[in-house]
């Protein structure tokens, strides 16, 4: 055998051995518990009626369509919030700010997303900052509550988000033209219209792979529905939890988890057929 082969199989043995043994065989111990379950008699036989409770239990499956529609719902805003941010990182940026925009985007990631949370609900609840100033400068008369709804569990997903849909914009802002946009400014298209017509059709790979990661992300994401959200904010990873730890239901757990893999995944291609992208396209 080369050396070089014998060098690239030393290197990539631990990579398939971390694949193999944290996520490999622990998901396929997964899908074997989702088809088990106790019969009358307390025995564990082989069915699928922990997938039935998804479907015939109205609780379990419109908590997942809303946690899907509000995942479709925290990735446009993001979308919408990254595009100029991403815009201006490539385009407009003079070069050496360009590495410290990219830096101020990702400081927030140095620390863990529970961090993250806590600073938005110190920021947020009826005794925090914002509530302060707001009552110092007169504009409220007493502090509110701004935690615990949907708003803020949107806005605290989006800011989790954010990296994830800026970082495949600018990779593909960096590859188009100037020239192009110059050109159709010099023929009098106006700003949307060079949005429309050029930004928007030559940014679609990073679009695609942007809103697919942060809608997977989004949709998977336990600690902010559940921090920010409060009790009143289901989300389906909140389903999934209280199967495994507090119904201590590994079987029923283990199918709401393959449930919202494969449901997810046809999110996915549903998407993808709609905006007739290909994913191997996106993921090049």
């Not at 219209?193 to 679009?207: E, F, L, N, V, Y």
Request: glycine share 6%; charged share 10%; proline share 4%.
């Amino acid at each position: 055998m080369p050396r070089s082969r014998l060098a690239f199989w030393i290197f990539l043995a631990p990579v398939l051995m971390w694949l193999l043994l944290l996520i490999v065989l622990p998901h396929l111990d997964l899908l074997t518990m989702s088809f088990r379950g106790e019969n009358d008699y307390g025995d564990m036989v082989w069915t699928t009626r922990n997938y039935l409770n998804f479907f015939t239990e109205p609780i379990y499956w419109l908590t997942f369509v809303r946690t899907a529609l509000y995942a479709v719902i925290t990735t446009a805003i993001t979308f919408v919030l990254a595009m100029p941010v991403a815009f201006y990182i490539s385009k407009l940026a003079r070069h050496r700010m360009q590495g410290a925009l990219m830096i101020l985007i990702l400081l927030p990631f140095w620390v863990s997303e529970l961090v993250r949370i806590y600073g938005w609900m110190i920021l947020l609840r009826e005794s925090g900052v914002l509530n302060f100033f707001l009552v110092k400068l007169g504009i409220l008369h007493r502090p509110v509550e701004m935690l615990y709804n949907d708003a803020t569990m949107i806005m605290g997903l989006v800011y989790t988000s954010m990296l994830f849909m800026v970082v495949p914009l600018v990779s593909v802002m960096d590859s188009l033209d100037d020239s192009l946009i110059e050109a159709a400014h010099d023929l009098g298209a106006g700003k949307l219209a060079i949005w429309r017509t050029i930004i928007i059709p030559h940014c679609k790979p990073g679009i695609t792979s942007g809103a697919i990661v942060v809608f997977m992300l989004t949709l998977g994401n336990y600690l902010t529905p559940n921090l920010m959200g409060g009790k009143n904010s289901l989300w389906f990873t909140e389903q999934i939890y209280n199967q495994f730890i507090a119904s201590f239901n590994w079987n029923q757990g283990s199918a709401f988890g393959f449930l919202l893999l494969v449901l997810s995944s046809l999110i996915i291609w549903a998407g993808l057929k709609l905006s007739g992208q290909k994913l191997g396209e996106v993921a090049s």
